[in-house]
């Protein structure tokens, strides 16, 4: 059952009022509590781990599906969830993962994501992951993410942390076939001391693949950010990396780029900036009236938006 | 009324301490039209951020209706009635151009953001929902600066080169709006300009040259050296003529 609680965390990742409309999958605390297929998209538990199959039908239009996940006690839950995204198929996943600690023992969700996304099909991926809870355990956060993007497939993928996540790493991994296209955006806030790492690796293995990765982060007090956004060219391809970050306070970011071409049309660029906000930003909202902690977040909130 | 007394700015620059304005003094009253002219370098844009108190004054005062402003800092100035359209505009990644000029006009002014775009020759519908980023012109982005001027109840509004990067389309709407606003409101408007079209608005013109202001004067007895100078002079861009150091246009 879902107290109010859980409602508030699915409010957070998902951007659902209550029980979902469409096919959907809830996890609480490492078992399934509620589910619904239609009749293009099943939902079916795996049998030789923990996890979930989902099928998605060719040719299904305008469908989306919710599989979010909380944890409202401390505890380590591991799933593997496979995606079968069905030819010429156009759907919304939305994912996520929303923990509520108030114990002292760490709360762990570590999730292993594979996609195939068929040719023609186009998804859209939406993974937020939050955190809340005043307890001293840890809320951690590890997903792996692989996906195969088949002739003329189209995969976006909207991956946001915000807030209350004191360790990640998440790992994404895709591959991309001829005229496959893919979209990144990545939107991350660290605070405290929490420590993140994101490590995107595309390799573009088909003719007139492209890609785009678009990280934007902010990083305050003694936080900790890596990144390692990896693109590599084995056909004629385009791939563009842009990497931005602000930092304040005392934390700390690296941006490791790498971009490798094993073709001669392959395309590839990387650009990654780090730096504080930008004075005249501040000093412009000032002068319009906001005090500098209400311009500031003010920038803060349209740079990760 | 906007006075500056015995106004001095001192910067700590990269060689030690400069000094970009001294004895700045200005009465500047509601309701009328400045335009600051001058030669680039001599002080222009510091003074508005003076008057703004983005350069903190280290001599002078500056008064806003009787009242010292001098050591107010930015928020508290505009919140008291000032307001800057900047030379150069940040871009601001995410931040759209309606949430700008809503955040602008503040909660108690009702504008019509299609309104203010309109009067600086930008089509709202095309405008409203585009994030002020790197894909903004230098000419769309001084307009978007302007209007979010425009959205404000203000005593004292500064245009840093309004014109500069418009079409000449879009200049004759702004020298119109410029006089709607002289027309409809008591605000005290100073632009900063080497505009003609834009000299011809004012009641006076204030001439800055190094860091101080060299000469209150009028339109017409600018308009007319530049006349003269036009007629004795082929070479504008660099030329020790008797009367330039007043007049450079440059
Ligand atoms: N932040 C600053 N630090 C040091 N010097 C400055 C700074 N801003 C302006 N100046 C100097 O002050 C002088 C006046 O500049 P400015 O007011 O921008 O002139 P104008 O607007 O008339 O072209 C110039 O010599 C300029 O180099
Ligand atoms: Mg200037």
Redesign the interface.
């Known amino acids: 059952m879902l107290t109010s609680l859980d409602k508030n965390l699915l409010k957070e990742i998902a951007d659902i009022d209550d029980i979902p409309k469409g096919a959907f999958n809830i996890r609480k605390n490492g078992q399934g509590i509620e589910r619904n297929v239609t009749e293009n998209i099943n939902i079916v538990t795996k049998t030789d781990k923990p996890g979930i199959d989902i099928i998605i039908k060719p040719h299904t239009k305008d469908e989306n599906v919710f599989i979010p996940v909380i944890l409202s006690e401390g505890m380590d839950d591991l799933v593997y969830n496979t995606f079968e995204i069905g030819e010429y198929a156009d759907v919304e996943i939305v994912a996520g993962c929303g923990i509520h600690n108030e114990s002292d023992q760490k709360a762990q969700h570590d999730g292993v994501h594979e996609f195939f996304v068929r040719k023609g099909a186009r998804m859209k991926y939406v993974e937020k992951h939050y955190g809340e809870g005043d307890g001293k355990g840890g809320r951690i956060l590890n997903p792996k993410t692989i996906i195969e993007v088949e002739e003329d497939g189209v995969a976006e993928l909207e991956m946001v942390q915000i807030k209350g996540v004191d360790e990640t790493v998440r790992d994404t991994e895709v591959k991309l076939h001829k005229n496959a296209r893919l979209i990144v955006s990545e939107r991350m806030l660290t605070y405290l001391d929490q420590v993140a790492e994101s490590n995107i690796t595309v390799e573009l293995v088909g003719d007139n693949s492209t890609a785009q990765v678009i990280s934007r982060s902010v990083a305050q007090d003694d936080s900790k950010q890596i990144f390692h956004l990896n693109m590599r060219g084995h056909a004629e391809c385009r791939g563009h990396i842009q990497c931005d970050s602000i930092i304040m306070h005392n934390a700390q970011v690296s941006s490791i780029p790498e971009i490798t071409a094993f073709h001669g049309d392959a395309q590839l660029v990387h650009e990654a900036a780090i730096g504080k906000i930008a004075s005249d930003q501040l000093i412009k909202l000032m002068s319009l009236g906001l005090t500098e902690k209400e311009a500031e977040d003010k920038i803060l909130e349209g740079f990760l938006k | 009324m906007l006075e500056l007394i015995n106004v001095g700015v001192t910067l700590d620059g990269e060689d030690g301490k400069v000094e970009i304005l001294k004895n700045i003094n200005l009465k500047l009253d509601n309701k009328k039209i400045y335009v600051m002219t001058g030669p680039n370098g001599g002080g222009k844009s510091s003074v508005a951020k003076a008057i703004?108190?983005?350069f903190n004054p280290t001599s002078g005062k500056i008064l806003l209706d009787g009242v010292d402003i001098t050591h107010k800092?930015?928020?508290e100035?505009?919140?008291l009635g000032?307001?800057?359209a900047?030379q150069?505009?940040?871009r601001?990644?995410?931040?759209k151009v309606h949430?700008l000029l809503e955040?602008?006009a503040?909660k108690t002014h009702a504008c019509s953001a299609c309104d203010l775009l309109y009067d600086v020759g930008l089509c709202a519908q095309d405008y409203l929902n585009r994030?002020i980023n790197t894909t903004f012109s230098g000419g769309e982005l001084k307009r978007v600066e302007i209007a979010?001027i425009l959205a404000?109840d203000l005593k004292v509004a500064l245009f840093d080169e309004p014109e500069a990067g418009i079409d000449l389309w879009s200049f004759q709407r702004l020298t119109e709006t410029f006089e709607n606003m002289n027309r409809n409101t008591d605000t005290t408007i100073v632009i900063i300009s080497h505009q003609e079209r834009i000299l011809r608005l004012a009641d006076e013109v204030i001439m800055i040259a190094d860091g101080t202001v060299s000469e209150i004067t009028s339109q017409e007895k600018v308009l007319s050296t530049i006349e003269q100078f036009d007629k004795n002079c082929r070479c504008a861009a660099d030329c020790d003529r008797e009367g330039y150091r007043n007049v450079n246009f440059a």
Not at chain 2, 92 to 95: A, S
Request: proline share 11%; aromatic share 12%.
């Open positions: 703004m108190g983005i800092p930015i928020t100035r505009a919140q000032v307001g800057y900047f150069q505009p940040p601001f990644k995410g931040l949430e955040l602008s503040g994030e979010s404000r």
